[in-house]
Nanobody
Framework: QVQLVESGGGLVQAGGSLRLSCAAS????????LGWFRQAPGKEREFVAA???????DYAESVAGRFTISKNNARKMGYLQMNSLKPDDTAVYYC?????????????????WGQGTQVTVSS
């Protein structure tokens, strides 16, 4: 079993930056794919970014070029660097892990989830 804990959320102005962190516990973290999802009020949870065990990355069209996903296997940490933030980025952000080396874009493909961290971007 894997436990994930997100941190780093907060309130920022449009154009600002935040870095979210995801601390993981459990074995074989280096073999997991890691994903970030977000959910705004009244909306379904949506894919943001993912990284495979080998380091291949994928991003939603809405965040490509602004967000960067990474992971540090030795520290069992995942990260989401968010730059040029927009009000539409406001949501609860969730870290998720998939017991597979490959990237998946659907929430149903992930096995473990963090509790979420709030990101609010003001105008």
């Amino acid at each position: 079993q894997v436990q994930l804990v997100e941190s780093g959320g907060g309130l920022v102005q449009a154009g600002g930056s935040l870095r979210l962190s995801c601390a993981a516990s459990g074995r074989t973290f280096s073999n997991y794919a890691l994903g970030w999802f977000r959910q705004a009020p009244g909306k379904e949870r949506e894919f943001v970014a993912a990284i495979s065990s080998s380091g291949h990355t994928d991003y939603a069209e809405s965040v490509a070029g602004r967000f960067t996903i990474s992971k540090n296997n030795a520290r069992k940490m995942g990260y989401l660097q968010m730059n040029s933030l927009k009000p539409d980025d406001t949501a609860v952000y969730y870290c998720a892990a998939r017991i597979h080396y490959g990237i998946a874009l659907l929430p149903s493909n992930y096995d473990y989830w963090g509790q979420g961290t709030q990101v609010t971007v003001s105008s």
